[in-house]
């Protein structure tokens, strides 16, 4: 049966809008000593006269370089094929390379992710992965026992109605890409914990006690949190979120009662910017983008950003402290203060 086509085109959009984002944030990771790279495939070289190329086809984003010979265009003609350049080849130009780096036009060999694991698969999980996949995303592992609704049908195809969450979402992302690997990880680098209404407090603070990066994700009516990106003992949990919440209430409504209502169907706007924001902060975790337009780019410890994504698909930021009820600090790692999200390397170990 065919899929639903309004969710499918802008499923497009926000995939081209995330490969800018990409684009835009190679700059640090295409730096890393030892990596081939290559301008991306696809980048315009466009004569403007004799002396002048211009590199890259967006009015918006591109590099005016004068003074190329021929062998330096015929070398620039090889990056843009997909290929390792071979290094050897007449017309590199350092300062040339140097030019393309500064301005972002060089892109790495491969991006490198950890291993994940969801707890809960959703459209904003699955709309997520569908953003990080052809971006190399290869090894994570889905943990949910429930059935698909309609709404993540709209997703995965309306044949796994009623069909166990986590099996059917392991078959329609292995579906995307022949490297994808979707089986159980003991060691997940981190988990991403998605729930709707309200936080699974217990799953947390198990996550917090074995010591467990992990980040929330929490759906409510017509909008989404993400966040906190727990990193025990240096960031905030999700019950020093849930206290100072409340605190804003003079009769907070119950987590039992928040959780006997049904899950809410979100507006299709709200479900991909949250997919983006949610491939974004995974990316940063990862150290593979800067995030330079997310506010996860500016994690200082102690202090946590939670984004949420509204109904019309605004976001907004604002920032978390441990709540001094919480204690959740009791947890925390023998270590140096986070200065920076780990990098790719440390976090693929
Ligand atoms: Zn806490």
């Known amino acids: 049966m065919r899929r639903k086509e309004r969710p499918r085109k802008l499923s497009t959009i926000f995939s081209e809008l995330f490969f800018l984002a990409f684009f835009l944030d190679t700059l640090h990771f295409v730096t890393k000593k030892g990596e081939t790279m290559h301008l991306r495939p696809g980048t315009a070289l466009l004569p403007h006269d004799t002396s002048v190329l211009q590199v890259g086809g967006d009015s918006s984003h591109h590099l005016m370089i004068e003074g190329l010979n021929p062998c330096n265009e015929q070398w620039l003609e ?39 694991r969801f707890s809960g698969v959703d459209p904003i999980v699955i709309r997520a992965l569908e953003l990080l996949i052809p971006f190399g995303l290869r090894r994570f592992h889905f943990e949910d026992s429930g059935f698909v609704d309609s709404e993540l ?9 009623g069909t166990q969450r986590a099996k059917s979402g392991k078959e329609y992302v292995e579906s995307l890409s022949p490297t994808v690997v979707c089986s159980r990880l003991e060691n997940p680098s981190l988990v991403v914990v ?33 966040g906190p990106l727990v990193i025990p003992g240096r960031t905030p949990c999700s019950r020093c979120l849930t206290l100072a919440h409340n605190s804003t209430f003079s009769f907070p409504p119950s987590d039992e ?3 006997r209502l049904a899950p809410s169907s979100l507006p299709s706007v709200t479900q991909h910017v949250s997919a983006l924001e949610l491939a974004r902060v995974i990316s940063a975790y990862a150290g593979i983008t800067t995030l330079g337009v997310s506010a996860f ?4 410890p102690p202090v946590s950003p939670i984004v949420t994504i509204g109904p019309t698909g605004s976001v907004s930021v604002r920032y978390l402290s441990p709540h001094s009820e919480c204690g959740c600090s009791g947890f925390a790692r023998p270590v140096a203060p986070l200065t920076a999200v780990p990098s790719a390397e440390a976090a693929s170990r």
């Open 257 to 259: 009662a928040l959780r």
């Open 153 to 161: 049908a709209d997703c995965l195809g309306l044949r796994y109605v």
């Open 297 to 300: 780019h500016s994690l200082t």
């Open 78 to 116: 090889t990056l843009t094929q997909g290929q390792a350049p071979d290094n050897k080849l007449p017309g590199r130009d350092l300062g040339v390379e140097k030019l393309l780096h500064t301005h972002g036009f060089f892109v790495g060999e491969s991006f490198r992710f950890p291993p994940l």
């Open 194 to 226: 998605s729930t709707s209404r309200v936080f699974d407090h217990m799953r947390n603070g198990q996550l917090l006690s074995e010591d467990q990066d992990h980040l929330l994700v929490c759906a409510g009516e017509q909008s989404v949190t993400i």
